[in-house]
DNA sequence: GAGTGGTCTAGACCACGAG
DNA sequence: TCGTGGTCTAGACCACTCA
């Protein structure tokens, strides 16, 4: 039953728990740990795939095989709690912005109910801690919302909340996926490590969209938080 | 740039799209494959591997390669709209559950914020749609609060609506990673498949813990909405 | 037992990174 | 240039499913 590469995943995933390899640290050489636990390069490899897939471990081409920084946990505020992304995480992030216009593709006018090729703003967003990325979001505001030369992020957040008509109600649909090649690049992590796909849609109280937010988190350092909280006295109405 | 297995991917993506190759149909054997785009059979194995990642095909060891059946992707409604799991899927689906007794083992106490070894109530609930397992819940409720002869959902959902002290707050903690070994198995997905983990605690007004739900969705086909509303100062009418 | 996928080998050659 | 990981080959043998 225990194949092989299971058997070189464990015992490699144990030394990194053990502290024997170090966050940080370079692996040797894969022809070396091939020679090591008398197996091919092919087995050897397919057993980094699965600590690679688990976040462990972080292959770079042309050079080695190393060890993770251990992942400090973010936490996406969903909910009340968050009526824009860059006040939702738990830690402050370093992150830069990017705006431009540009004009809606057709996926995006069905999420905004826009009518096809209307001009709105995009935000590229990506979070870092130190120098590993965090997070990435696209960000699309309509109707020439958002700041055109400053894309200062507390600007937005400041509109949103003197918003008239007022902002009603927020969905955020979430969901789990290996990430595109693109992603995974951008965010520098292993094609087969699952993002967690965040959709969230802000509509105002006459039902019009006022901002979508696509972000996508990497799964093995990021998770979203949903409270909810119940009015105790009024409980007896139900829809 | 291209290398070869993802051109054989995409020929084979692009087949089952287009409908060449049906729902629930058996592809050709490896072999075949990888004599027909004249590759070693690893790499066209390499090549199956990324649409089973993506959930397109379905391997079964000594049978064959299948296209997986059209996914009819469920929501899970978070938020103020489920209190309970079984109420909180977008489609009726069949289920099964299991009740046992169980002492919580440390991770639990932690979550549910009880002394060790306390004796609590475990319903595990695996939900299908026709044949194919869509969803696996491990739910716990301690105090002999849960049904212990008949596990219907119904008498949890009804005894947490009419419950005194009444239910305060609910929390949902959402992640994305690949299902373990186990976890793949009963979902009949692919290991590399990324899943939905939500962990979702119900605390009543006294600040106490009334249920703990783990649940796991896989990622191809099910998706968790949460929805906020605002309430705008004045009085709002219901609609 | 015949045919399927699962695992593994012992190489070859290519692409990348750093000195 | 040298050592690294990335891709790929042409097999071998094992494990499983089904008739």
Redesign the pocket.
Known sequence: MP???HVIADDLRHQISSGQLKAGER??????LATRY?????????A?ALLQGEGLVE???????FVRHPLRRITYAGGAAAPAPWTAFSAPLRMTARTTNIKAPSHLTTLLNLPPRSSLNEVLFTTHEGKTPHGLAHIYVPHGFAPATPPLPEQIAARLADLRPPLSEVQERVSARLPTLEEAETLRISPSLAVLSLTRVTTDSTGRVIEAALLVLPGDRADALFTTRFVTEERSSKK
Chains 1, 2 share one sequence.
């Open positions: 194949s092989r590469r692996l040797p050489s894969e022809a070396q008398t197996v091919s390069t092919a087995t050897l490899r397919s980094l292959k770079i081409h042309g050079n080695g095989n």
